[in-house]
């Protein structure tokens, strides 16, 4: 099992800045990638950025070059693992309740995971 808790997210004007923490406790050795989606009222959720254990990272088009995921490899004092979303020259349109995933694989088999989500609002 992994637990994924988000941190609080915020209300910030365009073109501000905002970052986002994930801290993954649990079985976190079997992790193969992890990252953000977001929901917006009466939209789909949809992937935001992910990153793999590699270090590859994927982001969708319309966040490319404002936003960056990252993950401390080197672990918290409770070795657990946090990634990070930094979100840079937000849009209204980036309003949403953001959710950090993660993905592990035992044996042939992929879980998924999610966080319980954090609003974040840009005004503009």
């Known amino acids: 099992q992994v637990q994924l808790v988000e941190s609080v997210g915020g209300l910030v004007q365009a073109g501000g800045s905002l970052r986002l923490s994930c801290t993954a406790s649990?079985?976190?050795?079997?992790?193969?990638?992890t990252g953000w989606y977001r929901q917006a009222p009466g939209k789909q959720r949809e992937m935001v950025a992910a990153?793999?254990?590699?270090?590859?990272?994927?982001?969708?088009?319309?966040v490319k070059g404002r936003f960056n995921i990252s993950r401390d490899n080197a672990r918290d004092k409770d070795k657990n693992m946090v990634v990070y979303l930094q979100m840079n020259s937000l849009k209204p349109e980036d309003t949403a309740v953001y959710y950090c995933?993660?993905?592990?694989?035992?044996?042939?088999?992929?879980?998924?995971?999610w966080g319980q989500g954090t609003q974040v609002t840009v005004s503009s």
């Open positions: 995933w993660g993905v592990d694989r035992v044996g042939a088999d992929d879980y998924n995971y």
């Open positions: 649990g079985m976190i050795f079997s992790i193969i990638a």
């Open positions: 990153i793999a254990g590699g270090g590859r990272t994927n982001y969708t088009d319309a």
